[in-house]
Nanobody, 121 residues
Framework: QFPLLESGGGSVQPGGSLRLSCDVPGTIWSICTMAWYRQVPEAEREWIATMPETLGEIPPEYAASVKGRFAMSADNAKRMVYLQMNDLQPEDTAVYYC????????????WGQGTQVTVSA
C-alpha cells in the first residue's frame, strides 16, 4: 500500500526549479512526521528533508546536499506537503518519495510510490 501520493516530478535543465507535492490522507495528517527522500538506481534511499510538525512552528531540517536550495512546506487546509526545489543540478536526478513516520497510535510508517525528477541539459 502507498497511501501517500506524490506529484510534480518531471524533466528540467540545470538551474531550473520544480515543486513536488504530496497528498496526505486525513488519517495520517498531523499524527506523523513528514519527510522527503530520494533514490537513484542501485543506491540506498537518501533522506533530504524532514518537517517535524505541519504548523510551521518548528522549522524543517535538510540534508547538506540540498540545504539552501530546497524548501519543505505544508498546507494544513489541503493536507499537502511540498518540496520546492531550486537550482536543480544533474546530481539531483532521482525518484523522490514522500514519507510519514514517527506516527502516534502505532501507525505507519508510510511511503508514496515516488515521482521521477530528471535534471539534464
Amino acid at each position: 500500500q502507498f497511501p501517500l501520493l506524490e506529484s510534480g516530478g518531471g524533466s528540467v535543465q540545470p538551474g531550473g526549479s520544480l515543486r513536488l507535492s504530496c497528498d496526505v490522507p486525513g488519517t495520517i495528517w498531523s499524527i506523523c512526521t513528514m519527510a522527503w527522500y530520494r533514490q537513484v538506481p542501485e543506491a540506498e534511499r537518501e533522506w533530504i528533508a524532514t518537517m517535524p510538525e505541519t504548523l510551521g512552528e518548528i522549522p524543517p531540517e535538510y540534508a547538506a546536499s540540498v540545504k539552501g536550495r530546497f524548501a519543505m512546506s505544508a498546507d494544513n487546509a489541503k493536507r499537502m506537503v511540498y518540496l520546492q526545489m531550486n537550482d536543480l543540478q544533474p546530481e539531483d536526478t532521482a525518484v523522490y518519495y514522500c514519507h510519514a513516520a514517527n506516527c502516534r497510535y502505532g501507525m505507519g510508517p508510510y511511503w508514496g510510490q515516488g515521482t521521477q525528477v530528471t535534471v539534464s541539459a
